[in-house]
């Protein structure tokens, strides 16, 4: 069964239009977004990659700096908490939390592995042979993704 089209439904959420707003307004602005984004956001972002890649990023960059990031809101949120000098907003004009990315947390690990400590499998997904291959080689695609920058 598939449920959507193989994306995250908050990072389908980006547009191009809030990328022109930030551009607009705040001149140098550097746009961040996850590989998961539509091609066009993908396009108009100046980085594309992982969260990792995104945490990176801020590394070299001097206070005050305008970045605008395209994926999960808590992942946004903390790296702006992280980087309190430099001014990081999420890419949509409205708040969309991500219910099963905000159970990922250290709560919730350790609950897991306590489980599996315990010998009791929890929360298991199971697919056919050809899904696991098919989602493999994308786990593997995201994960050798270094980051790519449009505007080099």
């Known amino acids: 069964m598939i ?78 908490n992280a980087h309190p000098d430099k001014n990081i907003v999420f890419l949509d004009r409205n708040v969309c939390y991500c219910s099963t990315m905000n159970r990922i947390d250290l709560p919730h690990f350790v609950w897991a592995m306590e489980n599996l400590v315990a010998g009791n499998v929890v929360n298991q997904i199971t697919v056919d042979d050809e899904t696991e291959q098919h989602a493999l080689v994308a786990l593997q695609r995201m994960l050798d993704l270094p980051g790519k920058s449009h505007r080099d």
Do not use: M, Y
């Not at 908050?10 to 001149?27: P, S």
């Open 3 to 80: 449920l959507w089209k193989g994306h995250c439904s908050v990072h389908g959420r980006f547009t191009t239009d809030v990328i022109d707003e930030l551009r607009a307004k705040h001149e140098g602005i550097n746009i961040l977004v996850h590989p998961e984004c539509t091609h066009e956001v993908v396009l108009k972002a100046d980085l594309v990659g992982s969260d990792r890649v995104h945490h990176q990023d801020h590394r070299g960059r001097g206070a005050g700096h305008h970045t605008a990031i395209g994926t999960e809101l808590n992942s946004v949120q903390r790296l702006a």
